[in-house]
């Protein structure tokens, strides 16, 4: 196997609250190849943006990565300085955020925006800057670019300022792109357009992606392998068909079977019962098993770590679902 471009390895990343401490993430370990992409999910609260601000060096107190590493290209960000993090942001590893919206500068033009990126991030002269700007307007289809560099964002729609937030984070062509809910403030129709978009150009430059999202069903069509957080914890990873076609841990199972089938025409719409529990005051056990339907004794009173399940699929439960095993 190709070296991988992140490994990282028992990260924690703790908030020391007034309340206590919320372990948002609790030892998560994950490898991501070259060109490869990767989808992080979970319910709201799983730690999915806290691995995502971790890998950028974006944790503010009272957080703080408390171990683990971040190997980037074998360089551990999660001891870097912030001198070299700012370096790395934006050139090496693009990041789109959750609420992005916030991301663009209102009273300057996008083009002002976009070249002061190249500008901090490569050595391309003037025109070489412009032609790279015009040129990833286009590729996340936004037409007549050249134009459109001189506006300002409010003069966009929601869905093409969406499309100019995703141009940027990738416009110095970054190793890899965190894409936190990209998508979730657009229409439907958008999303998946947009989604495209951005996958075929990550694709075209060699790099890694990883998207954050809870939509399973954008999860099947867009990445390559699938890691499924639980309370600061990875539940169960493998290669995307696989996962969702023979879920091993019963909280990826409950994730899959909530997703709507258009295939059926009375919605078979299952919740998974009860609520995340709050990570301040985690049990011991493991986390799921208030909510899981094969819980027994064990599950109680050993946290189950994560172990090869079939194949590539990993799953972090004493009694994993087996293959054509009814729910
Ligand atoms: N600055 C902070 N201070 C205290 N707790 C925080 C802070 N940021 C995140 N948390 C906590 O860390 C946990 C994980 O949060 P995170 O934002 O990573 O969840 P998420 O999986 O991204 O959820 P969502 O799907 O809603 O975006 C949550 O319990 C959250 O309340
Ligand atoms: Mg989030």
């Given amino acids: 196997m190709t070296a991988p471009l992140l490994s990282v390895r028992d990260?924690?990343?703790?908030?020391?609250?007034?309340?206590?401490?919320?372990?948002?993430?609790?030892?998560?370990?994950?490898?991501?190849?070259?060109?490869?992409?990767?989808?992080?999910?979970?319910?709201?609260?799983?730690?999915?943006s806290v691995v995502g601000f971790s890998i950028l060096g974006l944790i503010d107190p009272p957080g703080r990565i408390e171990g683990g590493q971040i190997l980037f290209n074998g360089e551990d960000l999660a001891s870097a300085s912030e001198d070299r993090l700012r370096r790395i942001r934006g050139r090496e590893i693009g990041m789109v955020f959750q609420d992005p919206m916030t991301s663009l500068n209102p009273v300057q033009t996008v083009g002002a925006q976009m070249d002061e990126v190249l500008r901090l991030h490569t050595?391309?002269?003037?025109?070489?800057?412009?032609?790279?700007?015009?040129?990833?307007?286009?590729?996340?289809?936004?037409?007549?670019?050249?134009?459109?560099?001189?506006?300002?964002?409010?003069?966009?729609?929601?869905?093409?300022r969406q499309r100019v937030v995703i141009a940027i984070a990738m416009l110095a062509r970054p190793r890899l792109l965190i894409a936190d809910e990209p998508t979730?403030?657009?229409?439907?129709?958008?999303?998946?357009?947009?989604?495209?978009?951005?996958?075929?150009?990550?694709?075209?430059?060699?790099?890694s992606m990883i998207l954050v999202t809870h939509d399973l069903a954008v999860v099947a069509e867009m990445v390559d392998r699938v890691t499924v957080l639980y309370c600061g914890k990875v539940v169960e990873s493998g290669p995307v068909r696989q996962?969702?076609?023979?879920?091993?841990?019963?909280?990826?199972?409950?994730?899959?079977?909530?997703?709507?089938?258009?295939?059926?025409?009375?919605?078979?719409?299952?919740?998974?019962?009860?609520t995340v529990p709050d990570v301040r005051a985690l049990p011991a056990g493991c986390a799921f098993r208030a909510r899981c339907p094969r819980a027994q004794a064990i599950c109680a009173t050993d946290a189950p770590a994560l172990r090869p399940h079939r194949g590539e699929q990993s799953a972090a439960c004493h009694f994993p679902v087996a293959p054509g095993e009814p729910a």
């Fill in 123 to 160: 050595d391309l002269d003037a025109a070489a800057r412009k032609a790279r700007c015009i040129e990833m307007l286009e590729s996340v289809g936004i037409s007549q670019a050249a134009d459109r560099l001189r506006a300002y964002p409010h003069q966009f729609s929601g869905g093409m």
């Fill in 243 to 274: 996962v969702i076609d023979t879920p091993a841990h019963p909280y990826t199972r409950g994730l899959i079977d909530s997703i709507p089938n258009p295939a059926h025409r009375l919605p078979r719409l299952k919740q998974i019962p009860g």
């Fill in 184 to 207: 979730t403030a657009l229409d439907v129709t958008i999303q998946a357009q947009i989604l495209r978009l951005m996958r075929r150009r990550i694709a075209e430059d060699g790099a």
């Fill in 11 to 48: 990260l924690r990343t703790w908030f020391h609250t007034f309340a206590g401490t919320v372990k948002a993430v609790n030892g998560v370990s994950f490898d991501l190849a070259p060109g490869e992409v990767m989808g992080l999910v979970g319910e709201s609260g799983g730690g999915k």
